[in-house]
């Protein structure tokens, strides 16, 4: 009987995770982009965040996926700490609807329907002419895998009904409350989904192995457990990002803290009882278990925790402290109202470029920094600048070509084309930060040293680039083509570099002064801030020669 519970609970519980984990991909897949764009537009209040983050988590089926779509957002600067705990909040509440969703094992047969829905959802996801066609096929499979796993775990847990054993351990829940939340809380962080906690606690009740006393402490600490998702999110990531992980985590811990005192008096239960009067039996303790979940949450959103937000969000700063770097990470003066305005569209537009040399320069910086310091730290900075780095091209492309399909003067088409590549050029840039950054994770696992002469030789080279960033940038931002031809200035140097550095190098070889592999990270380090010349070279070239600004030439002096 061990062998079947053992095999029945891992194999069930693997097929409900499975389960909703393919129903939660595909849900994403089919709504994603559009779910994105409201969390990011519909945020702008507190309340408005917490209705919104609990309609995506209802319909995403997961709260871990808000959380940390909701850490990116404030990770990239598109939501402020605040509106981003009234979106966390309220995946507390949209996660409840799994709760709900189980319940129904109670009421029919689920396995009856899990099998004809995995079929139907595997045929739709194979043979769907089109791609969101086929995503619904995977959110009916997910839902019947989900169903399958669970009764399969109700099966399994069948034959403890007789144990008095096991009875009298799930009642000491009831008899002690802190350790009923520890174990939820422990479960949870385990599964990494509060989802399979509760409908664990649901399927146990529903075999008649837990009384609804005891499930109250589980249930949350299934609340807390369910913070660790957010707080794993959070690693590396700036520190507005941590703040809204810390924000999360106090939620629940200080929601479960108070609530225990009425755990502990038994007046929770009886409020619930209330709402559903009459005997709890097997067949609506599912349901009371629900119950008590969603109470739990919309009470300690809406009566306790969103009054005092500006509370949670000073004690979410002081217990993370520190000065955020505020990295510019999207595009925020590319305003569409502008378009029928080509020329003032164009000049947005180019300070969007500029904001942009500055974020590759901070990205370079960090690689460098973190190459000749050996701090793997800075590996988060370069990752969110080259993140930022994409989210600009994404949007100045876009918004480049909307405003060619406007009608434009010649001296405006011939801008088009030159900022598409310049803005290129720059996103590229981000990509060589990244490699840097991975020669200098290279250098120390392997615990490689460079002799003086090569260091030395390295450190020019970012100088020099570090110049030629500034000279593009001001070349750009004052269209100044004596700042290009600095910039120029600076990528024959860097050519020079390469070639001397080059000859230097294999004379330390012979000379038994560098080792090969240390020269092998020495070569690439070389060649990929080359390129970085390469781009930047590109883009002061078109400030000089690509095209004309307003009929005339650029500012020489």
């Known amino acids: 009987m061990a062998r079947d519970l053992i095999f029945g609970l891992v194999g069930g519980l693997g097929l409900f995770l499975f389960g909703m984990k393919v129903m939660s991909e595909a849900l994403r897949k089919v709504a994603g982009a559009r779910l994105r764009r409201i969390l990011h537009l519909l945020t702008r209040t507190p309340l408005i965040g917490v209705l919104v983050?609990?309609?995506?988590?209802?319909?995403?089926?997961?709260?871990?996926?808000?959380?940390?779509?909701?850490?990116?957002?404030?990770?990239?600067?598109?939501l402020t700490l605040r509106q981003a705990i009234g979106v966390v909040m309220g995946a507390n509440i949209g996660t409840t609807t799994t709760a709900w969703v189980v319940s129904f094992l109670a009421i029919f047969k689920i396995s009856t329907y899990a099998l004809p829905a995995i079929g139907l959802g595997f045929v739709l996801s194979l043979l769907g002419r089109s791609r969101n066609s086929k995503s619904w096929g995977r959110v009916i499979l997910g839902f019947g895998l989900l169903f399958?796993?669970?009764?399969?775990?109700?099966?399994?847990?069948?034959?403890?009904?007789?144990?008095?054993?096991?009875?009298?351990?799930?009642?000491?829940?009831?008899?002690?409350?802190?350790?009923?939340?520890?174990?939820?809380?422990?479960v949870t962080m385990l599964l990494q989904s509060s989802s399979a906690t509760i409908a664990t606690i649901q399927v146990l009740a529903f075999n008649g192995l837990l009384n609804f006393e005891s499930a109250l402490p589980l249930i949350l600490g299934d609340n807390i457990g369910t913070t660790i998702t957010a707080e794993i999110a959070a690693v590396g990531t700036n520190l507005s990002a941590k703040r809204t992980a810390r924000a999360h985590t106090m939620f629940n811990v200080l929601g479960v803290a108070y609530m225990l005192i009425f755990i502990y008096t038994r007046t929770y239960g009886r409020v619930i009882e209330f709402i559903i009067p009459g005997p709890i039996t097997k067949f609506n303790i599912m349901v009371h278990i629900a119950l008590a979940h969603s109470v739990f949450n919309i009470f300690n959103t809406f009566v306790v925790f969103l009054p005092a937000i500006s509370i949670l969000e000073k004690v979410a700063i002081r217990l993370t402290p520190g000065k955020d770097r505020g990295v510019v990470t999207a595009p925020n003066l590319l305003e569409k109202h502008l378009l029928d305005t080509p020329p003032l569209a164009i000049d947005q537009v180019l300070r969007e470029t500029v904001r942009m040399v500055e974020t590759a320069r901070e990205a370079i910086r960090c690689a460098a920094t973190a190459f000749f310091s050996g701090n793997m730290r800075l590996k988060a900075d370069v990752s969110t600048n080259e993140e930022s780095l994409d989210s600009f091209q994404h949007d100045i492309t876009q918004y480049l070509v909307e405003l060619s399909q406007r009608t434009l003067e010649e001296v405006e088409s011939e801008k088009l084309p030159v900022l598409l590549h310049s803005v290129n050029d720059l996103e590229r840039i981000g990509d060589h930060a990244e490699n840097l950054m991975e020669l200098a994770e290279k250098k120390k696992e392997q615990r490689l040293r460079l002799s003086r002469f090569a260091t030395e030789e390295l450190k020019r080279m970012v100088e020099t680039v570090d110049d030629m960033l500034v000279h593009v940038s001001g070349a750009l931002s004052k269209y100044d083509a004596e700042e290009a031809k600095r910039a120029l200035k600076c990528e024959d140097d860097l050519n020079r570099m390469q070639i001397e550095f080059r000859a230097s190098h294999v004379d330390r070889l012979n000379k038994?002064?560098?080792?090969?592999?240390?020269?092998?990270?020495?070569?690439?380090?070389?060649?990929?801030?080359?390129?970085?010349?390469d781009h930047l070279t590109n883009i002061a070239q078109s400030v000089l020669y690509g095209f004309r600004w307003d009929g005339v030439q650029p500012r020489m002096g």
């Open 53 to 78: 983050g609990t309609a995506i988590t209802s319909l995403i089926q997961s709260s871990s996926a808000t959380t940390v779509m909701t850490v990116g957002f404030v990770n990239a600067g598109l």
């Open 148 to 186: 399958l796993g669970l009764s399969i775990m109700k099966e399994a847990f069948g034959p403890l009904q007789n144990s008095q054993a096991v009875r009298d351990l799930l009642l000491k829940f009831s008899e002690y409350p802190i350790m009923g939340v520890l174990v939820g809380c422990a």
């Open 512 to 533: 038994g002064v560098c080792l090969p592999l240390s020269g092998i990270i020495f070569l690439d380090f070389v060649d990929n801030v080359e390129k970085v010349g």
